[in-house]
């Protein structure tokens, strides 16, 4: 007697599958593979760090935020930091110590030699794997330093499919508990009304990113903010466009922050000068602040908003902030971006 039609019947869908995909040929799939790291950077100053110098949106991607990477071998003393830069939402410090190995102790004490001479907020260490008792380590420093201050441990992984070049595929391994900080933070009696002001900063700024996130995911990486501002990049180093409430109000901005104040001066008049062309790009004025006695300077559009507190508003005031982010976006372009 034959095989019954396991098909057809009062209970066909049961069998199926057991009967209609047989003699049917499956799609060939690839294998992932792991590359050692050094077959692809042989040194890890001359080949590693270069690369990662020029590759940054790799470990921006990976760390959630918009970092910028300005300074490689960074004199430390008689020590030399790999690589030095800032988190362009922030403006905070961020450091990085590469190891093309094992995390050992030398690496590690040569970290927080580099914390204390640069004093930044957030400190990268990038291995080939960490051994348990330097994953602690990290973890301790996260719980026990204050809450401006996040360490990050990150494997370096590199795959590649068949003969298909080689990828960065690094792994974050170890990072600050942001949600017990600001637990801790919140439970502080010294701290109680700044946390109040900054748990709406952070709600705020959680839709304004969403919403970025979702329509333009090239202008920023961050997810959330306890400060009355976020920035989002320009593409030029040291100058940003920046969301932020004053105590005007609500203001959208385009905010030269270099540490180089004639930089930021040369840029400001640059635009300026051509502030006919720039004005009939954005389709309204400006307020065009040099901002006499400070570093920095500033083209910006006030808004109508003025209060944070006023929840029902939020919708038209995140729908503002898009449009404007736009327009500004749009008229920098004309004009040919930030030189």
């Not at 204050?146 to 499919?161: A, E, S, W, Y």
């Amino acid at each position: 007697m034959g095989e019954p039609n396991r098909c057809s019947g009062a209970r066909p869908s049961r069998y199926v599958c057991a009967v209609s995909h047989q003699g049917r040929g499956l799609t060939a799939l690839g294998r992932l593979a792991v590359v050692p790291a050094r077959e692809v950077w042989p040194h890890e100053a001359f080949d590693f760090t270069p690369w990662l110098l020029q590759n940054v949106d790799v470990l921006s991607d990976l760390l959630g935020m918009d970092l910028v990477l300005e300074v490689a071998e960074h004199p430390v003393g008689d020590f030399s930091l790999d690589l030095k830069g800032y988190d362009e939402l922030t403006g905070e410090t961020v450091i990085v110590e590469n190891q093309l190995a094992q995390s050992d102790h030398n690496h590690l004490g040569q970290i927080i030699t580099y914390a204390a001479g640069t004093n930044p907020t957030t400190i990268v260490w990038i291995t080939t794997g960490f051994r348990l008792e330097h994953r602690a380590a990290i973890d301790w420093l996260n719980q026990r330093t204050d809450d401006n201050t996040r360490v990050f441990g990150v494997v370096i992984r590199v795959v590649r499919i068949g003969t298909s070049e080689p990828a960065p595929n690094f792994e974050l391994v170890a990072q600050p508990n942001d949600w017990e900080k600001q637990v801790k933070k919140a439970t502080s009696t010294a701290s109680g009304p700044t946390s109040a002001r900054e748990a709406q900063y952070r709600e705020f700024w959680e839709l304004v990113l969403d919403r970025v996130r979702a329509e333009h995911p090239d202008w920023t990486r961050a997810r959330t903010s306890g400060t009355s501002w976020v920035n989002t990049a320009t593409g030029t180093s040291g100058a940003v466009i920046s969301m932020a409430w004053t105590r005007a109000g609500l203001v959208i901005q385009i905010y030269f922050e270099s540490a180089d104040a004639d930089l930021n001066s040369t840029r400001f008049d640059v635009l300026y000068a051509q502030r006919e062309i720039f004005e009939a790009a954005l389709g309204e004025t400006p307020v065009w602040d040099e901002m006499d006695g400070r570093k920095a300077a500033r083209i910006v559009i006030p808004s109508e908003f003025t209060d944070l507190t006023d929840k029902n508003t939020w919708p038209q005031m995140i729908e503002w902030l898009i449009q404007k982010q736009n327009a500004l976006r749009s008229a920098l372009a004309v004009v040919g971006g930030v030189s």
